[in-house]
């Protein structure tokens, strides 16, 4: 997750955006689907095709959809469970179409299939570290710990695939990519140990 100081600065920079769409009638919902739609362009569209930095600027640019629906959303008054529903199902889908959208041109057109099969790595293990913590959630336990949350996985691998169409070594994206994998693995660990204390204190305070 963003940090406090970087939350407060971008809420402050978008607010004023924010408070032009809904003065236009524009609903935090249509932002959250446009900005999952803009998402997928640059991962499924713009990548494929081997625009490795155009690709990761849109990514960015829709990225943000996700602090704007946010602000509107406050500003509305609304904390009901559709946004969340909404916001948090759409996030698995821009994720999987960035590492998707690598994967495919790594495998064809970039021709380095280590890097293809590490970005296959990490769309699987990132959805396991978001699927932990909602199952989690459902069950009625916390579980929003570990070392790679969704704001910096993105943020590192769109600024490194960005760097590497504008010349960067490969070898960098694909340590990059290794790197996130392993941190993925280390946050699922981290969530499941997380998940068991809970239980057990749980399971002692009523005598199973």
């Not at 943020?155 to 340590?175: D, E, K, Y």
Request: glycine share 12%; proline share 2%.
């Amino acid at each position: 997750m963003l940090n406090k100081h970087a939350r407060g600065f971008f809420t402050s920079l978008f607010t004023p955006l924010a408070r032009w769409l809904l003065r236009i009638g524009v609903s935090p919902d249509a932002v959250t689907i446009a900005g999952t739609a803009g998402v997928i362009l640059g991962g499924l569209i713009l990548y494929p095709l081997g625009h490795l930095w155009w690709g990761s600027v849109v990514v960015a640019f829709f990225a943000f959809s996700d602090v704007v629906d946010g602000i509107m959303a406050r500003l509305q008054g609304r904390s009901g469970g559709w946004g969340n529903f909404l916001d948090s199902t759409l996030d698995r889908l821009a994720d999987g179409a960035i590492f998707a959208g690598l994967t495919i041109w790594f495998f064809t057109g970039g021709r380095d299939t280590a890097i293809g099969a590490a970005a296959v790595v990490c769309l699987v293990l990132g959805m396991v570290v978001s699927y932990a913590r909602a199952k989690a959630e459902s069950l009625g336990y916390h579980a929003s710990v570990g070392l790679a949350e969704r704001a910096e996985r993105l943020a590192s691998v769109l600024l490194i695939t960005g760097l590497t169409g504008l010349g960067l070594p490969p070898v960098v994206l694909f340590a990059t990519l290794v790197l996130l994998a392993l941190a993925s693995v280390v946050t699922v660990v981290q969530r499941m140990a997380t998940v068991h204390r809970q239980a057990m204190a749980e399971a002692e305070g009523t005598g199973i």
